[in-house]
T-cell receptor, first 111, second 116 residues
Framework: DGGITQSPKYLFRKEGQNVTLSCEQN?????MYWYRQDPGQGLRLIYYSQIVNDFQKGDIAEGYSVSREKKESFPLTVTSAQKNPTAFYLC??????????FGQGTRLTVV | DQQVKQNSPSLSVQEGRISILNCDYT??????FLWYKKYPAEGPTFLIS?????DKNEDGRFTVFLNKSAKHLSLHIVPSQPGDSAVYFCAASSLNYGGSQGNLIFGKGTKLSVKP
């Protein structure tokens, strides 16, 4: 969907390294989300933020960290503590409770 | 425990026929339901939604039906086209509740294949 930009599209990380995925939106949405997709697992919520300078853990937050210093930006850091980081990561934004608009995703591969 | 379930991982239909994708939910506080369509290596795109005050919502070839007593919703695509081939995700949230209840909870998806 237009208005949500994720970068990069593909990312390779060596084991033991932290890596940060970028997500920017210009839709003036208060809420932003990070989901992870694995084959056959659907979309699982990592972190969400409903207001600047505040965020909450989702269902699978271990090994991840986020920040929300600006309304437009919600970067996700995949830390070395994440045991299985290889996945497709999706960022989304919404008016709280309303339908979410998704970015195009970032494919992270650990090499 | 899954709050939103799509029990059919895949569905194959012939072009021109009806596609019916099903979704069940367990949380009675859900009052807003959505369907998303997703192609490989892309983000999901919104398809259609329904609030719990309705039992049907229609948009072109797409109709969503909601049965609150059965906690079940379905997406009908008529007629199905080869371009409809994608993974379809059902999602639910609680519009009338704050905090984490407002987050979308997704099912695992159903892969639809429409054959020419």
């Amino acid at each position: 969907d237009g208005g949500i930009t994720q970068s990069p599209k593909y990312l390779f990380r060596k084991e033991g390294q932290n890596v940060t995925l970028s997500c920017e939106q210009n839709l003036n949405h208060d809420a932003m989300y990070w989901y992870r997709q694995d084959p056959g697992q659907g979309l699982r919520l990592i972190y969400y933020s409903q207001i600047v300078n505040d965020f909450q853990k989702g269902d699978i937050a271990e090994g991840y960290s986020v920040s929300r210093e600006k309304k437009e930006s919600f970067p996700l850091t995949v830390t070395s503590a994440q045991k299985n980081p290889t996945a497709f990561y999706l960022c989304a934004s919404s008016i709280v409770g309303k339908r979410a608009f998704f970015g195009q995703g970032t494919r992270l591969t650990v090499v | 425990d899954q709050q939103v379930k799509q029990n059919s991982p895949s569905l194959s239909v012939q072009e021109g026929r009806i596609s019916i994708l099903n979704c069940d939910y367990t949380n009675s506080m859900f009052d807003y339901f959505l369907w998303y369509k997703k192609y490989p290596a892309e983000g999901p795109t919104f398809l259609i939604s329904i609030s719990s005050i309705k039992d049907k919502n229609e948009d072109g070839r797409f109709t969503v039906f909601l049965n609150k007593s059965a906690k079940h919703l379905s997406l009908h695509i008529v007629p199905s086209q080869p371009g409809d081939s994608a993974v379809y995700f059902c999602a639910a949230s609680s519009l009338n509740y704050g905090g984490s209840q407002g987050n979308l909870i997704f099912g695992k998806g159903t892969k639809l294949s429409v054959k020419p």
